[in-house]
């Protein structure tokens, strides 16, 4: 699937918890059609102390459905989801 979004453009959440939050695009998985947004879908994981590393619940974000998010127009500072192009039907001639 192609998709408008791109590494680095702001974008606001359409649904969910964090509904209406804004943040950064930080990384893409157009694979999956998922997005990492800065700040957006931030759930707390457990994590058991390493010798490089000191345990305990470290927050991280998860990545996001792109059907859930919409592009925000930095000029405008307002979002805007992108219209839909109807195809016109062309009549026949009898």
Request: net charge positive; no cysteine; aromatic share 2%.
């Amino acid at each position: 699937m192609k998709t408008s979004l791109k590494k680095g453009q702001t974008v606001t959440l359409i649904t969910g918890a964090d509904k209406g939050k804004s943040g950064e695009i930080i990384k893409m998985f157009p694979r999956d059609y998922k997005a990492l947004v800065k700040g957006i879908n931030v759930k707390k994981k457990h994590q058991k102390p390493t010798k490089e590393k000191k345990g305990g619940i470290i927050s991280i974000e998860k990545p996001v459905h792109l059907s859930n998010l919409k592009l925000v127009d930095e000029k405008k500072t307002k979002s805007e989801k992108k219209p839909v192009e109807k195809k016109e039907v062309k009549e026949k001639k009898q």
